[in-house]
């Protein structure tokens, strides 16, 4: 796979403009279908009722969750509808505990095929994963039958802000062929020893704006998988985590990529901003990369391009810059620019591991880069 890289300046336009953000006069509160705020009894079937009743307004409409601690169980929320619904959610939504309760693959909470949504209001997606946490995944059905906290899923012209996703028993947040839709002030947490538990996961996305969040998680916290372009990540806050992953790419053909990533900062990550790629992988383009005013405190491999990515491999190299690209088709066109990644350990010095590359290097390198 060929791979084209600029780490330049860029620039992320967020549209949170108030014609985007419209509520309606119509609000739908789940306590008036039954729910009730004792974090025992399912409000599932409350909500679903809430839902189906916005669907049939004929104006813009809210469904709410008032403050609280409510259980619900397993659902999908979605159309058709006839105007706009948005979701307030201001208390904590708890996940059931028991795995086999869940479809296979299916999510917590999936919302699909809205447009127009906007998800808010300060409340908490608890996934309530300790007791799962400690297999590695996927490799088996057990593994199947861990829910995403939340799933969007063809999701398009909208926003999600000010929430917190908890403690998921697999991914905390996924996209899936999503279409302008902003993330804002979006908080994810859960330790560092959950296995499989990335942030925000984005597949076969565009338009996709992740900007002013705190991702702490045992995996990576943002992956962008294939067939996603117009990606911007900005002013989010990385660690514990693996870092931010691009791929793994070229597992299917006609992946191309293109994702900017600036003001971030990493703190006590295993990884810092990180594009892999399997060997002898499809022919494929990932362009337009950007990376760009990134802060990394204490983080293992600060920045990887890596064509030869093998998960399973081991390597004791003490690598600040890991830029390894395929001998078939060599990445070309990258650059790099003021590097300045000081060691603070006891085993140094860091290095720079380089194969079919020739960077053009700017300002400061260090470590020294591709020397």
Known sequence: MGLKLNIIATSLLLLLASSTEVFGDTIFYVTKYGAKADGNTHITQALLKAWQDACVS??????MIPDGTYALGQITIGGPYKAPINFNVQGTVK???DTSRFKAEAGWIAFQQIDQFILSDGGVFYGQAKTVWGRKCPSSAYCNQLPINLRFNF?????VKDITSR??????INLLGCKNLTSYNVGISAPQVSLNTDGIHIGRSSGINITNSTVETGDDCVSIGDGSEQINIQRVTCGPG??????????????EPAVGISNCTFTNTQNGVRVKTWPASHQGTAFEMHFEDISM????NPIIIDQEYCPHSQCNLKVAVKLVCSQGVPCQDVELGDINLKYNGSEGPTMSQCKNIKPNLLGMQLPRTCT
């Not at 004929?58 to 469904?63: D, F, I, L, Q, R």
């Not at 403690?167 to 905390?172: A, C, P, Y």
């Not at 693996?242 to 992946?255: A, C, D, F, Q």
């Open 95 to 97: 996940s059931p505990m």
């Open 167 to 172: 403690d998921s028993k697999q991914f905390q």
């Open 155 to 159: 999701i398009t012209n909208s926003m």
């Open 242 to 255: 693996r870092g931010i992953s691009m791929g793994s790419l070229g597992k299917y053909p006609n992946e």
């Open 58 to 63: 004929p104006v813009v409409s809210t469904v």
């Open 297 to 300: 405190n204490n983080v293992g």
